[in-house]
């Protein structure tokens, strides 16, 4: 890499840059924290019992819990006891959203989590490893009077993950079990304004079906749904980060394509990272308002993946061409063993996701989590991602080490050599030791912010106002890595001042002889910043 | 017309008499003849609420159902809950419910308030899940719901709704008798220290939704409580209950502990004015006090229940009754059982 904008800048204007990208990242945790609601809303749904009396009907009726056209009901079990009603009669109806509400494509995405209420009896209990099959179907429709559409219709499996922490006696009979969570449905867009699950539970006992389940009082559903209020500040945000990821992302390009020699790898890498990110930042989610696009969900991963893929990527080729250890780099298949990990631990978390949100656009209630196989499965790919993750970090701080060790040693020899020599290796542990920095410090917010929202309850009464620290969350680390990938491409990218130097490029010629990196990483030498100097001196002290 | 006025004011009158003992409500459990509450005329036909309940009656006729149920919730609760006790909570058919058990300020008053303002919470809360309701969390006469609207971001959990529905249906009567009597405060102290049995005890849940199911992004939200742990939680509350007295500080009336030794209640602890009576004897000029001859008892328990205590010393006689049993049953999870009828003896213990 040429010799850098960051090295020839003045302290002065270094430190205005600084500050105006600090104002930003500020402005950033701002827009999150005071103008967006909290990010996601969860809703309780209590499921509708409803009767069905016909025994093999034609075609499927839809049961509706409430309003006009709303089905027989009855209160409790007790009551289906007396009127002789069957299990397989009984339709849970649950209506989504509330009464008098209505969905909005704002909400982007809709997953509802199944519970079941199951009261311990002693002659009744749950088997070990109790399965539930469910019939489930979900309709929607986009007026309060009309008929409703089918959208997906299947019959599910779900482990019962049920436990009874007091004695099991009689003593305690009536009293709940406490159940696992089951992932049940996710919808990738939210396109029509009301929704309708039906669900059944049939009972085979030859084919030992919804057999040994324990006795069910009720169904409860959680539905969670992106605040629309959220959306639209994202929506926002992207709109404004995207132009200015690209404007900075063509002046870097046109810069590179400005200079006499081809662009370094470290410049190619750079611009793959300014890429990536606009990728993300593109906000394509603007038709997901306008049309019914399930995969957005699934698109938003792949992009998100991408953009992480390329940031280590990044970090692993940025040491790498700082190792400053005398051999000739600048080429991608040197960090094959590094990248590797990345893109393998990427691809099997893609599968991952492929086989659970893929499988979810045709089927939303699937889940990989459902089966024993399709557990291990997962397990398996995360796990295999998670020592791709580990081995790339060891590489990483293996490399970083080794940038250090080879710093130490060059600092000792530094005063040594010649002027031009000198002035490269500094501008190089400087570059080095500014993005090491930024970049230590973008990791520690993000992991700082990350745990906080996850203590925290989300959110914090200042005053009169609250903050929402989650919101802050999202769209402060969303604006930092942005400004984090701004300021690399602005500060990283080669100096006009090398332009009319000949001189400069006649002297590395001279030295290339004996350091064969010179020529892909240095064509200039220009009078030294004030910055320059002042880590020149901190290096030789 | 006018012979509806009539009917109306001596409704009103009749209310107005019976108002003494507060929990007159509960006797909606009773009214089962009323059918479903569905218009303002059938508010003011029902017995047992006040001028002011009947106004939020009317105010919110569709929470009406969910309060019955409430009232019968807390009825069922409360005789699970004393089933083992002298006391069993027994009901009458007649007003007020639970007969002049209550009217006293005792502990057994105390857990009786307890339990049906956590009801009333309870039931309206499933309500409005259920989607009967159309206010709810997303009404904006609850505090804590915000301004913009479902669209933006969301709405408030429906229990701050069933909480704040709670505290204006059922405390209104103490509040309307425009003083702070000793009772009053405790049966308010009391009701609100019930619905913290809901509050203290809900269960926050999460979900992880983030790129592949990580936890970048996590919703949490509070889960209601089964209600037959708030019944065990109100019953160790009624068992820990702090005999208090009326003091004034400043110029309010405040409770405070009868034994300054004791250290004094939180707010989710149960109050109590008065000592019970020992529930032992039937007494025909207290309606709902049965005493405990021919109850049930066991002979190997030192506690309550045990035949010692629970017959006040008058002893017990014993007899061998063949009970016919359900076993080896087969279950289905909703409405079916199929058993074999086992017969078997058992030694049944009665008060004399």
């Known amino acids: 890499m040429a010799g850098a904008i960051i090295e020839n800048m003045s302290t002065k204007k270094l430190v205005i840059v600084g500050v105006i990208l600090l104002l930003f990242q500020a402005f950033a945790f701002m827009v999150g924290g005071l103008i967006a609601p909290s990010p996601t809303t969860a809703i309780h749904y209590l499921a509708t019992k409803c009767v069905d009396t016909v025994k093999h009907r034609q075609e499927t009726k839809w049961f509706m819990p409430w309003g006009p056209n709303q089905c027989d009901k009855i209160r409790t079990f007790d009551e289906a006891m007396a009127k002789k009603i069957e299990a397989n009669n009984i339709v849970f109806a649950v209506h989504i959203p509330m009464n008098n509400k209505e969905m909005s494509p704002w909400f982007q995405f809709m997953l509802v989590i199944l519970q079941f209420d199951i009261a311990f009896k002693m002659y009744n209990q749950i088997e070990d490893g109790a399965l539930v099959t469910i019939d489930v179907g979900l309709a929607y429709r986009d007026d309060t009077l009309g008929e409703w559409t089918e959208m997906a219709h299947s019959i599910e499996k779900r482990k019962l993950n049920c436990n009874f922490t007091t004695a099991k006696t009689f003593e305690n009979e009536g009293r709940y079990y406490e159940c696992d969570l089951l992932p049940f449905m996710e919808v990738g867009s939210v396109a029509h304004k009301y929704y309708l699950l039906n669900i059944r539970l049939p009972v085979n006992e030859r084919k030992k079906i919804n057999v040994g389940i324990g006795e069910i009082k009720d169904i409860r559903l959680v539905g969670i749904h992106q605040n629309g209020g959220f959306t639209k500040v994202w929506f926002a945000m992207k709109t404004f980060l995207t132009p200015s990821i690209l404007i900075i992302m063509i002046w870097y390009w046109r810069r590179i394509t400005l200079m006499s020699r081809p662009p370094v790898l470290l410049e190619k890498v750079i611009l793959a990272l300014g890429i990536s990110m606009t990728f993300i930042n593109i906000p394509v989610e603007w038709f997901s308002v306008g049309f019914n696009w399930t995969w957005m969900l699934l698109f938003g991963d792949i992009r998100q993946g991408i953009f992480y893929s390329m940031l280590l990527s990044f970090w692993i080729i940025f040491c790498g061409e700082h190792l400053m250890d005398q051999t000739e780099r600048n080429r991608f298949s040197v960090y094959w063993k590094q990248v590797g990990p990345i893109v393998f631990g990427s691809f099997c978390l893609f599968i991952f996701d492929m086989c659970e949100r893929g499988v979810q656009l045709t089927n939303p209630f699937y889940s990989i989590w459902a089966s024993d196989v399709g557990t291990e499965l997962a397990m398996a790919f995360i796990i295999v991602a998670g020592i791709c993750a580990c081995l790339y970090f060891l590489f990483l701080c293996f490399m970083v080490f080794q940038v250090f060790r080879n710093i130490s040693g060059k600092r000792t020899s530094l005063p040594a050599m010649s002027k031009a020599r000198r002035l490269h290796y500094e501008g190089l542990i400087f570059r080095f030791k500014f993005l090491m920095l930024v970049t230590l410090t973008c990791a520690a917010m993000t992991v700082i912010f990350f745990i906080i929202s996850q203590v925290n309850e989300g959110h914090w009464h200042w005053g009169e106002h609250t903050v929402q620290v989650n919101s802050a969350f999202f769209t402060g680390i969303y604006g930092m890595w942005n400004l984090y990938v701004f300021a690399i491409m602005f500060l990283y990218a080669p100096s006009h001042k090398r332009y009319g130097d000949e001189q400069s490029s006649g002297d590395i010629g001279a030295n290339s002889g004996e350091d064969i990196q010179l020529t892909t990483t240095i064509t200039h030498v220009d009078g030294p910043t004030e910055i320059y100097k002042m880590t020149g001196k901190e290096a030789q002290e | ?352």
């Open chain 2, 1 to 352: 017309m006018t012979e509806e006025y009539v009917l109306r004011c001596v409704l009103m009158l009749c209310c107005a008499l019976l108002s003494a003992n507060a929990s007159n409500w509960l006797y909606l459990a009773k009214l089962s003849s009323v059918g479903s509450i569905r218009d303002e005329e059938t508010c003011e036909r029902l017995r047992g609420l006040i001028q002011r309940q009947v106004q939020i009656c009317k105010r919110s006729v569709e929470v009406m159902d969910a309060v019955r149920r409430g009232a019968q919730l807390a009825i069922d609760e409360c005789q699970f809950q004393f089933r083992n006790r002298r006391w069993n909570c027994s009901t009458l058919e007649t007003m007020p419910v639970f007969g002049k058990v209550v009217t006293q300020g005792t502990r057994e008053a105390a857990f009786v308030y307890a339990i049906s303002a956590a009801s009333v919470a309870f039931a309206v809360t499933r309500a409005c899940s259920s989607g009967e309701l159309e206010k709810c969390g997303c009404d904006h006469n609850v505090h804590g719901v915000s301004p913009e609207g479902f669209q933006w971001s969301g709405c408030s959990d429906n229990i701050a709704y069933g909480v704040a529905f709670s505290q204006s249906f059922v405390d209104v009567r103490e509040r309307s008798k425009g003083q702070s009597s000793s009772r009053a405060l405790m049966n308010l102290h009391n009701n609100e220290a019930g619905r913290k049995a809901i509050l203290s005890h809900m269960r926050v849940e999460c979900k992880c939704h983030g790129v592949s199911g990580s936890c970048e992004v996590k919703t949490c939200w509070k889960a209601m409580p089964p209600f037959r742990k708030v019944g065990n939680v109100i019953k160790e509350k009624f068992d820990g209950a702090t005999e208090v007295e009326q003091r004034k500080v400043g110029s309010t009336k405040v409770l405070v502990p009868r034994n300054s030794q004791f250290k004094p209640h939180t707010d989710e602890d149960l109050v109590y004015l008065d000592p019970s009576p020992d529930f032992c004897d039937y007494d025909p000029r207290t309606p709902g006090m049965l005493g405990t001859v021919g109850r049930q008892c066991n002979r190997t328990s030192k506690a309550i229940d045990g035949c010692e205590l629970m017959c006040c010393g008058r002893g017990f006689q014993t007899q061998e009754v063949e009970v016919v049993d359900r076993c080896s049953c087969k279950f289905h999870w909703c409405c079916y059982v199929k058993c074999k009828q086992c017969r078997k003896m058992v030694e049944m213990h009665t008060c004399r």
